[in-house]
């Protein structure tokens, strides 16, 4: 299977069914320039070019690639943004959402708490880019309580899911400008969530039907 085929995967994602197509076309563009073998060690190669999850060991995933086009498709990503992704994983995500803020628009912050999940995601990132741009800064830390160096964001989007009994999702919402959104998947649920903040005011959406793993940290 080759990467033309994921795109046809993640085209027919029950949620672009139920939705007729992904509100931003840009998206299927960026999976196809994403070549998820390059972020996944040889042992999960093989499962590339199928949506779905990877392991990339440390007991960690790269997640099943229609998830991931969907928060993208749900970030509605422009020019010039400054956005935080709590997960990197194998980077495979920041790479994708990368492509969609355009080379050098803007900042994406990427938070890992395995400090050896971060240091492959970079160098996966590092020769994905050719050399990593200065847009993408990949740190060590609990994301769960955001990442107060470089807020406040115009998106946030966790790639683990919380439990919203645990969770406080003002924490991350106080690091988020006016306009922002934040998403977030839960695990109680199977739900996205998806936080606008618009005039001091945050409105609540959800999507039903997706599975992440668990979120760590003092914030989960
Ligand atoms: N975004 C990646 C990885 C998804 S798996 C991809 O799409 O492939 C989720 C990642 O979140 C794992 O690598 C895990 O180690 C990381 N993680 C879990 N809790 C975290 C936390 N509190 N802060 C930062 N990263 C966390």
Same mark, same amino acid.
């Given at each position: 299977m080759g990467n033309e085929e994921l795109i046809e995967i993640s085209k027919n994602y029950d949620y672009w069914l139920r939705s007729k197509k992904?509100? $931003? $076309?840009?998206v299927l563009d960026a999976v196809g320039k994403v070549e998820r073998k390059e972020f996944l060690p040889d042992f999960s190669?093989?499962?590339?070019?199928?949506d779905a999850i990877a392991e990339i060991g440390y007991g960690s995933v790269s997640s099943q690639p229609s998830l991931i086009a969907l928060i993208a498709d749900l970030l509605e990503i422009e020019d010039d943004l400054n956005i935080l992704e709590i997960g990197t994983g194998s980077g495979y995500s920041a790479a994708l959402i990368s492509h969609l803020m355009g080379i050098g628009k803007g900042n994406l912050t990427t938070i890992e708490i395995v400090p050896q999940l971060a240091k492959l995601a970079k160098a996966n990132l590092e020769k994905h880019f050719g050399s990593i741009s200065s847009m993408i800064n990949v740190v060590v830390g609990d994301g769960s309580l955001g990442y107060? $160096?470089?807020?406040?964001? $115009?998106r946030i989007y966790l790639t683990a899911a919380v439990d919203i009994r645990r969770f406080d999702p003002k924490i991350l919402v106080d690091q988020l400008n006016e306009d922002g959104i934040l998403i977030f998947p839960e695990m109680t649920t199977n739900s996205l969530f998806i936080y606008r903040k618009s005039s001091g005011e945050v409105k609540e959406e959800k999507h039903e039907g997706v599975f992440f793993v668990p979120l760590k940290g003092n914030n989960s």
């Open positions: 992904p509100k $931003d $076309d840009r190669k093989e499962f590339a070019h199928m107060i $160096d470089n807020a406040p964001y $115009d």
